[in-house]
């Protein structure tokens, strides 16, 4: 017996953005990063349907890549302020993710962050405000997780928020608002969708409905990511990046992710490297090391005409440097001496992260080090 959780209401397909006119609601808050969605039309556009539905917006701006628990705090007290029925995610996950822990913070003001982080301690949402996201990255699928990523930039370190609670109301996916991703942005957030896709259908509790949904993802990764990299306008295969996206974290929303994502926490938070960029470096060592646990990978081998484990990581490897993404930490321009001086730390807290809990194959902290000294030095691991 188990459960499987998606939002309400998901729209999806180019021009899908116009749904929002059929919103019901009297104010919104929008939040957003740093000004693309502004730039490529799509702030305008959604400010535009939502008029037509009657609903009034306003907008806090200026999230943060890997957004800091004091912009949360800072964009509560602005709904505080503004009191919406509706909140709105628009634009990179980043700035998806912290409205949803806004969002939190706004219904609970006494929130912390400390007791957020315990496995599903969100209480009750939607007293105040539903929550609609529209991404406008093709990797994370934060449109339909129950899941927010706030970084402690003081501690180093990702703290993932996980609670059904925050599986948005509404998703709309619409590739017209990805389409002005810069190749640098489509190939790392291409990637991890992969990433979720991969972790997702060998994760420890995977099952039928996660292992249908990620494996399509997988597929239409590895057949759309070099051609939309190469052809950034069309439209169609921006949307199919769309849906891989959204269907692997319809997959890893319900059977969770593993070891790539435990240690890229730690990485991203210390090293500020991209999500899916550390994610795609990891991703054939955690595959070698975790195909001496199961079987599975020669699914996903299958997928793109080979058999075996080391045959697929290999292919991720080449979709990698396809898309112009480095090989290793080392290639990515960390250095020596502060990878050293950081490795015993990243790798016990990785141990913690609850990703490691669902990763096929146990490990112990010494391999934990063993698979990111080997990502940091682009080498294969043999154990
Ligand atoms: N909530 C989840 O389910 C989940 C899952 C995986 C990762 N994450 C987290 O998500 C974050 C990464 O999110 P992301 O990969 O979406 O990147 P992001 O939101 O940090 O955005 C990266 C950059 O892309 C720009 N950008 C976004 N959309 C654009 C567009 N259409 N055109 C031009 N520029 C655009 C942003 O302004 C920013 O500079 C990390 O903090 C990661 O840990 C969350
Ligand atoms: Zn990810």
Request: net charge negative.
């Amino acid at each position: 017996m188990a459960q499987f959780i998606v939002p309400k209401t998901m729209h999806h397909g180019l021009g899908s953005l116009e749904k929002l006119t059929e919103l019901k609601g009297s104010k919104a808050v929008i939040v957003i990063g740093g000004g693309s969605v502004k730039r490529n039309g799509s702030l305008a556009q959604v400010q535009k349907y939502l008029s037509d539905a009657s609903i009034e917006s306003v907008v806090f701006s200026d999230v943060e890549a890997d957004p800091s628990i004091e912009t949360v705090i800072e964009g509560a007290k602005f709904m505080q302020t503004e009191k919406p029925d509706v909140i709105i995610g628009l634009g990179g996950c980043s700035a998806i993710d912290a409205a949803k822990a806004m969002w939190i913070y706004y219904e609970y003001p006494d929130s912390k962050l400390e007791e957020l982080v315990e496995l599903f301690a969100v209480k009750p949402l939607r007293n105040k405000a539903i929550f609609v996201a529209i991404p406008s990255t093709s990797g994370t699928g934060t449109e339909i997780t129950g899941l927010s990523v706030i970084t402690d930039r003081e501690k180093g370190t990702k703290y993932p928020i996980v609670s059904y609670e925050l599986t948005p109301d509404v998703a709309i996916i619409d590739a017209t608002l990805s389409a002005s991703m810069p190749k640098h942005i489509t190939a790392n957030t291409g990637l991890d969708a992969l990433s979720h896709g991969v972790e997702a259908y060998v994760s420890n509790i995977s099952e039928r409905y996660s292992d249908s949904l990620a494996k399509g993802a997988i597929d239409l990764v590895f057949k759309n990511l070099p051609t939309v990299f190469e052809n950034p306008d069309n439209l169609e295969v921006r949307q199919a990046m769309h849906d891989a996206s959204c269907m692997a974290g319809m997959a890893f929303n319900n059977v969770w992710l593993g070891i790539i994502h435990s240690i890229s926490h730690q990485i991203g938070g210390t090293f500020a490297i991209p999500h899916g960029c550390a994610n795609a470096i990891l991703m054939p060592n955690v595959i070698r090391f975790n195909s001496k646990s199961t079987d599975k990978y020669t699914d996903l081998a299958a997928l793109v005409g080979k058999s075996t484990a080391e045959e697929f990581a290999q292919e991720v490897s080449n979709l990698r440097a396809s898309v112009g993404v480095v090989a290793s930490f080392k290639e990515y321009g960390i250095s020596a001496k502060d990878w050293d001086a950081k490795l015993d730390l990243m790798a016990a807290n990785a141990m913690k992260d609850p990703c490691t809990l669902f990763n096929p194959r146990k490990l112990e902290l010494h391999e934990m080090k063993a698979i990111m000294q080997a990502c940091y030095d682009g080498v294969a691991i043999e154990f």
